[in-house]
């Protein structure tokens, strides 16, 4: 179908006669041509979410997604799949849910970006399309993968991009060009090593109600839809997925995650790509233009050392490497609007070598003069008019790109927020002036929300990301071959110590510093020995967790079942302190217990119970503030665990009861090997309905409502005083971290 779409009176026959049978393939541009809104060039899930929507909502054209399959094309980047739902029996017209919606895309290209690298133009990319699809009806006709059908067509436009039309009979005087059947049916049977990821599309109007469930679906994820998030939800597959892309390479570990690339910037973060290809098409538009009144202004933001000025600059020069020149004022640094002026001209002599000015004002934020963001009202002339003042002349700038970096604030909300009422200080004028915006996501990890969940745990990806690049710009030979797609030689114990120290102390830069000051001149691979000491690593990380980190014990095989072990003693150390003796069934009353035996001799599930107890042990210790390191420095003894004592065993008892409810478990007034019954399945102190659904809400309906037991409880205070005892066993010792750098 082309533009004009679902008008004539063919298509009222088809939909009207045969809708549960139709297969609709259109072209986005000719969607846009349609009154719809579908952005273009800012992210994959912008544009999908954009396309489902005008789809299913829009009243000019929503017919099309009640036909049994859409395929909408984005030329050679990749294409949407639309799939109708039909109502179940019993179900209402309004109980019907969106198509299932599926986007076929290159990871590595956005919309457009392919056709920029390979220009030029062919005449029958929509009949690849359409081919492939048939082809797949014809060898499936019960069940046609339309996906696959999809992707292969994409493959075989590529193919006539690339290849162009055959030249027939050339010794003829009558030679023409021809679409290039036999290598494009070749395609359509068989496209090895297809580049295109697959994504469900997430309705946001659909699923704003949390009572939609699809019980094959993966859950919905509040907020912006990402397809990274969608597809990394746990924080142990995050750490998995950042230690692939630091010993692997992003490209290699995201094969089906959209990335934005720009020059030596790789980001797979959606707003960071949105945010990089709109400053992107302003740049191209602004220095396209031949004549031009005022600089483009954009704003960018971020934490210090996250790469505020990196960004920009890549995504600039990548545009046009050789027309931009980057030049850099730290406004902090001035003291006087004299050295603004001197800065102006240095400008305005840049623009007359013939280069554009790409202009960083650093700080711009910073105090001026003792007022609260004072250098603002200085800039509203030139951001205007392009022109600065110098006495009573005033000097023309030119064509230049002006980039306002935060100092004092990290992102365009804080800086909104503390330039209200602010007037005098001019910063709505100045805020009025601004083209764009870039919020610098940064390497460290956010703060918590007031559930104290991490409000963006992909840090991790943005840090993975950034460390192999610096690895390969200061130790290229620590990779295979010497190439920036090989292989990282490193240790896993530098590799997790590098991803998840708790924070760089001055961001990129600290971790550059960390690389630098680590001994890897002549060295192939990255171990333990290349690390500087602990007092180097406190300039810029916190030595004792990072340290911490890389002496991490790995608990498996024997060591884990010893230490297990020993938690299995101590659990029957403290039953005997309460006169407990053996018996075949627990009973309080005549103090009996069947685990009071030898670890050999107990139940599996229970020895599983003692490992996972033995697992937990380093993530518990660090959520209070202490670390597991090798005993190797006489460290004086301490009052283990002291205030954290309780919060720690409220914490061991959470795992334990987690642990008995995924073995079958749940709350019962008696213990019944038989019924699974078990008493001790009570939260660790009274609490609302409302408050154990806060807590508890994964096992809500298994637990108990009473308070655990003040003999219970002093149980699990026994296990966890047993933890210094546990781990001198295996050769640690247990730290406090240092407050001050917490």
């Known amino acids: 179908m082309a533009k004009p779409l679902v008008q004539g009176g063919l298509w009222k026959e088809l939909y009207e006669k045969w809708a549960d049978r139709l297969i609709v393939i259109l072209s986005v541009k000719d969607l846009r041509r349609s009154e719809v809104q579908i952005s273009s060039e800012l992210s994959w899930e912008r544009t999908a979410q954009?396309?489902?929507?005008?789809?299913?909502?829009?009243?000019?054209?929503?017919?099309?997604?009640?036909?049994e399959n859409v395929v909408v094309s984005f030329s050679a980047a990749g294409a949407m799949w639309m799939k109708r739902n039909v109502a179940k029996a019993g179900e209402k017209e309004s109980d019907i849910v969106p198509p299932e919606?599926?986007?076929?895309?290159?990871?590595?290209?956005?919309?457009?970006?392919?056709?920029?690298?390979?220009?030029?133009?062919?005449?029958?990319?929509n009949t690849c399309l359409t081919a492939s699809i048939v082809h797949e009806l014809?060898?499936?006709?019960?069940?046609?993968?339309?996906?696959?059908?999809?992707?292969?067509?994409?493959?075989?436009?590529?193919?006539?991009?690339?290849?162009?039309?055959?030249?027939?009979?050339?010794?003829?005087?009558?030679?023409?060009?021809?679409?290039?059947?036999?290598?494009?049916?070749?395609?359509?049977?068989?496209?090895?090593?297809?580049?295109?990821?697959?994504?469900?599309?997430?309705?946001?109007?659909?699923?704003?109600?949390?009572?939609?469930?699809?019980?094959?679906?993966?859950?919905?994820?509040?907020?912006t839809w990402t397809i990274l998030q969608q597809q990394q939800v746990g924080t142990n597959e995050l750490e998995s997925l950042a230690a692939k892309i630091l010993s692997y390479g992003a490209e290699a570990a995201l094969k089906d995650v959209p990335m934005g690339k720009f020059g030596d910037l790789l980001t797979v973060d959606r707003r960071e790509i949105e945010s990089f290809r709109s400053i992107r098409t302003l740049v191209n538009e602004y220095c396209s233009q031949e004549k031009v009144k005022r600089p483009l202004s954009i704003a960018v933001f971020g934490p210090p050392g996250s790469g505020k000025s990196f960004g920009i600059t890549q995504v600039a020069k990548s545009l046009r490497p050789d027309e931009i020149k980057e030049i850099t004022f730290n406004l902090s640094q001035f003291g006087s609007k004299v050295e603004l002026a001197s800065a102006f001209h240095q400008v305005r002599d840049l623009n007359l070598t013939g280069k554009i000015p790409l202009v960083f004002?650093?700080?711009?934020?910073?105090?001026?003069?003792?007022?609260?963001?004072?250098?603002?009202?200085?800039?509203?002339?030139?951001?205007?008019?392009?022109?600065?003042?110098?006495?009573?002349?005033?000097?023309?700038?030119?064509?230049?790109?002006?980039?306002?970096?935060?100092?004092?604030?990290h992102s365009i909300e804080d800086f909104v927020h503390e330039s209200e009422g602010l007037r005098e200080a001019k910063a709505p004028d100045f805020i009025s002036r601004l083209r764009g915006y870039v919020n610098i996501l940064g390497a460290n990890p956010p703060e918590t929300d007031k559930d104290e969940k991490m409000t963006d745990p992909f840090y991790l990806v943005r840090r993975a990301i950034l460390l192999r690049s610096m690895l390969w710009q200061n130790a290229p030979k620590i990779f295979e071959d010497r190439n920036p797609k090989g292989k990282l030689n490193i240790d896993s114990s530098v590799l997790w110590a590098l991803l998840k120290t708790r924070q760089y102390k001055h961001g990129a830069r600290?971790?550059?510093?960390?690389?630098?000051?680590?001994?890897?001149?002549?060295?192939?691979?990255?171990?333990?020995?290349?690390?500087?000491?602990?007092?180097?690593?406190?300039?810029?990380?916190?030595?004792?967790?990072?340290?911490?980190?890389?002496?991490?014990i790995t608990l498996e095989g024997e060591t884990l079942e010893r230490l297990a072990a020993i938690n299995h003693d101590i659990y029957c150390e403290g039953l005997r302190k309460k006169e407990y003796t053996y018996g075949e069934k627990r009973d309080n009353v005549k103090k009996t217990h069947?685990?009071?035996?030898?670890?050999?001799?107990?139940?599996?599930?229970?020895?599983?119970?003692?490992?996972?107890?033995?697992?937990?042990?380093?993530?518990?210790?660090?959520?209070?503030?202490?670390?597991?390191?090798?005993?190797?420095?006489?460290?004086?003894?301490?009052?283990?665990?002291?205030?954290?004592?309780?919060?720690?065993?409220?914490?061991?008892?959470?795992?334990?009861?987690?642990?008995?409810?995924?073995?079958?478990?749940?709350?019962?007034?008696?213990?019944?090997?038989?019924?699974?019954?078990?008493?001790?399945?009570?939260?660790?102190?009274?609490?609302?309905?409302?408050?154990?659904q806060q807590r508890y809400a994964d096992i809500a309906d298994k637990i108990g409502r009473e308070a655990l037991s003040e003999d219970e409880k002093q149980k699990d205070r026994l296990q966890i005083q047993g933890y210094p005892e546990i781990l001198k066993r295996a050769g640690y010792t247990i730290m406090k971290l240092r407050r001050s750098n917490l």
């Open 510 to 552: 600290s971790m550059e510093a960390v690389i630098g000051m680590s001994n890897l001149a002549g060295k192939t691979n990255f171990d333990q020995s290349s690390l500087p000491s602990e007092a180097q690593l406190d300039l810029h990380v916190d030595g004792q967790d990072f340290l911490s980190l890389v002496h991490e």
């Open 138 to 223: 014809m060898i499936r006709p019960d069940n046609p993968n339309i996906p696959e059908g999809v992707k292969a067509g994409l493959c075989a436009l590529r193919h006539l991009h690339e290849e162009g039309y055959e030249y027939q009979n050339p010794d003829s005087s009558r030679g023409i060009n021809s679409f290039p059947f036999t290598k494009i049916a070749r395609d359509l049977e068989s496209c090895e090593g297809k580049p295109f990821g697959t994504a469900e599309v997430q309705y946001p109007t659909h699923l704003l109600d949390s009572d939609v469930v699809t019980s094959d679906k993966k859950p919905f994820i509040p907020g």
């Open 50 to 67: 954009d396309v489902a929507w005008e789809l299913v909502y829009n009243p000019r054209i929503n017919t099309i997604s009640r036909c």
């Open 594 to 692: 069947p685990l009071l035996r030898p670890f050999a001799e107990i139940p599996e599930s229970y020895k599983e119970s003692n490992r996972s107890a033995v697992r937990s042990i380093a993530e518990k210790l660090k959520k209070i503030g202490f670390i597991m390191l090798q005993a190797r420095s006489n460290e004086p003894p301490f009052d283990f665990p002291g205030a954290d004592l309780d919060e720690l065993a409220q914490m061991e008892h959470d795992r334990y009861m987690r642990d008995a409810i995924a073995h079958g478990w749940w709350y019962g007034p008696d213990s019944n090997e038989k019924e699974k019954t078990n008493p001790t399945l009570l939260p660790w102190r009274k609490m609302t309905e409302e408050e154990i």
């Open 361 to 409: 004002w650093d700080e711009f934020d910073s105090v001026f003069e003792k007022d609260k963001f004072g250098w603002l009202r200085h800039f509203l002339v030139p951001m205007q008019d392009g022109q600065f003042m110098e006495g009573q002349t005033l000097h023309p700038l030119g064509k230049a790109i002006f980039v306002f970096a935060g100092g004092v604030c």
């Open 101 to 125: 919606c599926t986007l076929l895309f290159d990871p590595l290209v956005i919309e457009g970006m392919w056709e920029q690298i390979h220009p030029g133009q062919m005449v029958g990319y």
